[in-house]
């Protein structure tokens, strides 16, 4: 059968080889999931310029719905969604200048880091069901953790009563 190709893009495979993998990579259909893909980590102030200087879709606001989807030259947003735009992107450029409002100030990860450390440090002295008790506690998790979406399995951090083991479980 031979070498397959999976494009990532567009999750599909064909046939690899070099007329194939250039048909799809200078395809319509490539360039559009390639396009919508990189679009994900713009920032919201190349979104708000970009949609600032097209001018609203008419069938979009006629029927609610466009037949080029988000190939549409002509902006899709309403005004409510173009003020949340600009909203966002002042709090982006507010975080990328350093200045945050001292009410929503996190520790970084780095600050958490060491305290953790200074914690688990102290707590040499003490028994080891109280150190598994601490270490069971919500609070030592950083609440940047919670804000990224779809962690693996491996990173997610355990409820807070911890994991529940079954008696029968039998490892190796």
């Known amino acids: 059968m031979g070498k397959r190709y999976f494009c ?8 690899d080889n070099m007329h194939n993998r250039k048909k799809h990579l200078f395809g319509v259909q490539h360039q559009r999931a390639k396009k919508a893909w990189f ?10 310029k970009d949609e600032q200087a097209k001018k609203p879709c008419r069938k979009f606001l006629q029927r609610g719905i466009c037949d080029f989807g988000p190939s549409c030259r002509f902006s899709h947003m309403s005004e409510a969604e173009m003020y949340g ?11 990328s ?7 929503e100030a996190r520790p970084s990860v780095a600050a958490w880091l060491t305290t953790r450390e200074k914690r688990r440090s102290g707590q040499a002295s003490k028994g080891v069901q109280d150190q598994q008790e601490e270490e069971r506690t919500q609070g030592d998790i950083p609440p940047q953790i919670f ?10 951090p355990p409820p ?3 994991w529940k ?4 479980a039998q490892w190796g």
């Open 8 to 15: 990532d893009y567009c999750e599909r495979s064909f046939q």
């Open 39 to 48: 679009d994900h980590f713009r920032s919201y102030a190349d979104i708000w």
């Open 85 to 95: 735009l600009q909203r966002k992107m002042q709090d982006e450029r507010r975080r």
């Open 97 to 103: 200048e350093g200045w945050e409002d001292p009410s």
């Open 147 to 156: 804000s990224i979406p779809d962690l693996p399995p491996s990173l997610v």
């Open 160 to 162: 807070p009563g911890g």
């Open 165 to 168: 083991a079954e008696g029968s």
